[in-house]
């Protein structure tokens, strides 16, 4: 069996696909495992690094905002559309593998699409509540439609029932128990807050976190261990050291957080942004959460993701329009103060995960792979 998997641009897209690849080789050894990606995203570094066979086409997304400059950019989009089909065609042609697999990204839009006029078998797994323009032009051109989130559905043009598969998450997310992870972080047993903006950092999150730790420094009630990203590490703790007399010992500031199974599983509330594959992470470990979707995405669909696990009671929001130190610290507030609420926002979070996405979506395939 030969999967060619085709997705990229971000960890969003790259992870699942990579997750489900390593669980198909866990399963059978002797399967076939190929990539196609660009050459000048994250894919190029994290698919050689897994071992994986990587092709590349040169693709690029259409810019809605009509700027002359933009426009000069669709121009070069449009060029880039009719060559990178015949460089997918042709890839295609060479490895003949047996299922086509997007994980979303401009750069599966031409791979399936050419996968799909030479019969080969096709599937495509949309991560985000609110699915991404390659994902809505494909779903009626491809045999199977994977979604993380049901509420996908209702915004995509189908022509059969799709799959809820969930995303895949990282297995050792589940193989530490909290009181585990707080011994492995020194910490006893007083709540622990976890916040984060992303390997960059998001600065609005950084500068309303900052507020919240001056807030409760000192008063021994919590935890706090906050991951301010590469590009605020020094301005946060610039801050924090100005409003804040002496750091206390429960609080952690970082620049990244490496072992997040482990600050995960010790967390009581986490504070972060609303990216798919962080709120299956937080299902699976059941964890309430306050999330910041982030404006500046695609769709605005982080706010989508949000609203899934809100409407669920397992976590809540605050849009970055509406952030400021004085409703983080409440809403925090609120829910330390609360272990009730807390509890049951908890159990609506494991509730509503999917443990098991990675064997669904692997079924999904190897069902094509048989209809051959």
């Known amino acids: ?174 193989e530490i128990t909290k009181d585990e992870a707080k011994k492995a972080l020194g910490l006893d047993n007083r709540p622990l807050i976890l916040s984060f903006g992303g390997s960059l950092g998001a600065r609005p999150i950084n500068e309303a976190v900052v507020g919240l730790i001056a807030f409760h420094n000192g008063s021994k009630k919590y935890y706090h261990i906050h991951g301010t990203g590469k590009i605020g590490f020094d301005t946060t703790k610039k801050l924090v050291e100005e409003k804040c007399e002496k750091i206390a010992d429960e609080i952690t500031l970082r620049e990244y957080i490496s072992d997040m199974n482990v600050c995960m599983a010790a967390a009581d509330v986490v504070i972060c942004r609303a990216g798919a594959i962080t709120l299956s992470e937080l299902q699976a470990c059941g964890k309430a959460s306050v999330l910041i979707p982030s404006p500046y995405v695609a769709e605005n669909h982080q706010y989508h993701n949000a609203m899934s696990l809100k409407n669920v009671g397992a976590a809540e929001i605050i849009e970055e329009k509406d952030l400021t130190e004085e409703l983080l610290i409440k809403k925090v507030t609120d829910l330390l103060d609360n272990p009730k609420r807390l509890k049951n926002m908890e159990d609506a979070a494991q509730k509503s995960a999917i443990s098991n996405a990675n064997e669904r979506i692997a079924t999904v395939i190897k069902e094509l792979y048989e209809q051959k």
């Open 1 to 174: 069996m030969h999967i060619l998997f085709a997705g990229g641009g971000t960890a969003g897209h790259i992870n699942p696909a990579l997750a489900v690849a390593g669980y198909l080789k866990k399963e059978n050894p002797d399967i076939k495992i190929s990539y196609i990606g660009t050459a000048k995203k994250l894919e190029a570094k994290l698919v050689p690094e897994a071992g994986y066979d990587f092709y590349t086409i040169d693709v690029a997304g259409l810019q809605r905002k009509l700027t002359p400059k933009n426009i000069v950019r669709n121009i070069i989009a449009v060029e880039k559309m009719f060559s990178s089909s015949k460089k997918a065609r042709k890839i295609l042609k060479e490895l003949k593998p047996d299922v086509v697999v997007g994980t979303g990204g401009y750069v599966s839009g031409p791979v399936l699409r050419e996968a799909a006029k030479l019969g080969i078998k096709t599937a495509i797994h949309e991560q985000n509540a609110f699915p991404g323009v390659t994902t809505k032009a494909l779903a009626p051109r491809v045999d199977r439609v994977m979604l993380a989130m049901p509420e996908a559905e209702k915004h995509l043009k189908l022509n059969k029932k799709p799959v809820i598969t969930g995303n895949p998450v990282r297995q050792e997310l589940m």
